[in-house]
């Protein structure tokens, strides 16, 4: 998608027609500006790294590097026949997916199914990782508006990811997704997180696998993409795996291959957790 080269950011004296689309505004006054913070970014980075298991380090490293460009791209889509088609028509991301039942429906051999089964086997739901970031947010961060629309579309969209790309949720996978992730969504944070997190699995490797490699193939994947956070995800759930992976140019990531054969030729589970991955890894 083409950027818009300022952003847009509507102040109070705007009127109705330019700061509201459809039922509720675009942006409601008082949203943050998107500005870059290093020094908490990596305060940040350093705790987490003391305790990979600390999840609460997570959010505020994207607090400070987030994508600056947000607004732009919501603007862009929400100002189209296509966007406000596919908000009136999918409200909520989280009811449809975790909506198994429904989903099961749906042929063998779709995305639906090929979602159900990793969020089963994974004990995931997309509800929960709702209520995982709602820890981090405080009242004043929530905005009845478009735009928490768009942003929960690219919180929701997090697991299908994983499904359409074949990166699971060992150590590597995780990094390859954020790297995905950051060409789809440019916050900083999915870059530095994806990258600085290949380096800490290399740390204590006793095994060469080809990490960096990956997670630019994973980059690469991301941008090659259309953003899926902006697909009707209803259609998509609907297509065959394989189909939907050819519609969208995902390949089959080879260098994420490639690093999980040789760590189980060397009888080292990439699936075991996390922190046997970066151990053995």
């Not at 996978?173 to 950051?182: H, K, P």
């Not at 080809?210 to 297509?239: D, H, N, S, Y």
């Amino acid at each position: 998608m083409d950027s818009i080269a300022a952003p847009f950011v509507p102040s109070e004296t705007d009127s109705p027609a330019e700061s509201h689309t459809g039922d509720l505004p675009f942006m409601l006054p008082g949203r943050p500006a998107m500005r870059y913070d290093f020094p908490k970014a990596w305060h940040h980075f350093k705790e987490l790294v003391k305790d990979k298991e600390n999840t609460a380090e997570v959010f505020p490293i994207f607090m400070a590097l987030p994508w600056r460009g947000v607004y732009d791209a919501a603007r862009a889509f929400l100002s189209s026949e296509r966007g406000q088609k596919i908000r009136a028509s999918e409200p909520s991301l989280v009811t449809i997916l975790d909506d198994h039942a429904s989903l099961r429906k749906l042929p063998a051999g779709t995305v639906a199914h090929a979602y159900c089964d990793f969020m089963e086997r994974e004990g995931l739901s997309a509800q929960g990782l709702v209520e995982e970031l709602d820890r981090y947010r405080s009242d004043d961060m929530v905005f009845k508006d478009q735009m928490e629309w768009y942003f929960n579309r690219l919180r929701d969209t997090h697991d299908l990811m994983h499904v359409l790309t074949g990166f699971g949720r060992d150590a590597l996978g995780e990094q390859c997704v954020l790297a995905f992730t950051y060409s789809q969504q440019p916050a900083l944070a999915h870059l530095f997180l994806g990258y600085a997190g290949a380096l800490e699995i290399r740390k204590n490797a006793q095994v060469k696998v080809p990490l960096l490699r990956a997670v630019r193939e994973g980059q690469r994947m991301g941008k090659a993409c259309p953003r899926i956070a902006e697909m009707p995800i209803r259609e998509l759930l609907a297509m065959p795996l394989d189909e939907a992976r050819a519609t969208l140019g995902i390949r089959d990531p080879r260098f994420y291959r490639r690093a999980h054969a040789a760590w189980q030729a060397a009888g080292i589970d990439p699936y075991d957790l996390l922190a046997p991955v970066q151990q053995a890894a």
